[in-house]
């Protein structure tokens, strides 16, 4: 089920105090709607009822689907926990994430029925497409940067999924607008025979599957 607490926020800006509703635990299943509000990435914003000063106010949530099998802790200070999983949920997915946008994202990803470790790995091969207009960017300073600096200005984010391809949103250091890519079904089972080369398992705890871990893999692979 899900869960809620009340807690003391005191407005930076205004530095009045006012009651913060945080859920601390969500099932997806018995309430659709704050999935939906994830997604929308409307679950964490705050504003202040006394000067309208607003904010995106994360914290500490477990988010459980259990159709889906699998469980997201986020911890925005990073810290990850080392305690052995209960038997409960030994068997599910689970992960642990920073921020309400890799939140988002692994529900996206876990939804679809993908390996997250394999779409991690196809970020770092990326090529910008605007698929809103069907057409490559034709900014070759732009499309150059990304490709020398992609961990460092630009922040790639799994959108969805066909049958076909995957589609990406990524974050341009510099741009207010997110640029979109599709990459082929293809890539994703490239990815997939790269962890199964490995022998590549997923970890029983809250691991973190992001692109540090991607590059290790990949770097591990090279070696072979």
């Not at 030994?90 to 939140?103: D, G, H, I, M």
């Not at 962890?195 to 997923?202: H, N, V």
């Amino acid at each position: 089920m899900s869960t809620k607490i009340q807690k003391d926020i005191v407005c930076p800006a205004c530095g009045q105090t006012q009651k913060l509703e945080m859920y601390t635990s969500v099932n997806a299943e018995e309430n659709p709607e704050l999935r939906r509000d994830i997604l929308r990435e409307s679950m964490f914003d705050w504003e202040c009822l006394h000067c309208g000063y607003t904010a995106q106010m994360a914290y500490p949530m477990i988010y459980h689907d259990p159709m889906n099998a699998f469980m997201i802790c986020l911890r925005p200070s990073g810290a990850v926990s080392g305690a052995e999983p209960i038997p409960a949920v030994r068997a599910l997915k689970k992960r642990s994430v920073k921020n309400p946008q890799e939140l988002k994202e692994k529900i996206l990803i876990f939804e679809a029925g993908l390996d997250d470790a394999a779409v991690e790995q196809m970020k770092k091969g990326v090529v910008i497409v605007n698929t809103s207009r069907g057409g490559l960017i034709d900014t070759e300073s732009l499309i150059n940067g990304v490709r020398k600096n992609l961990d460092g200005n630009v922040h790639a984010y799994f959108c969805a999924a066909t049958e076909e391809e995957l589609r990406f949103a990524l974050f341009v250091k510099g741009r207010q607008e997110p640029v979109y890519q599709t990459t082929k079904m293809a890539v994703y089972r490239q990815s997939q025979e790269v962890l199964r080369t490995l022998d590549y398992k997923s970890p029983d705890d809250f691991a973190v599957v992001n692109s540090k871990l991607a590059q290790s893999l990949l770097d591990e692979y090279k070696s072979i």
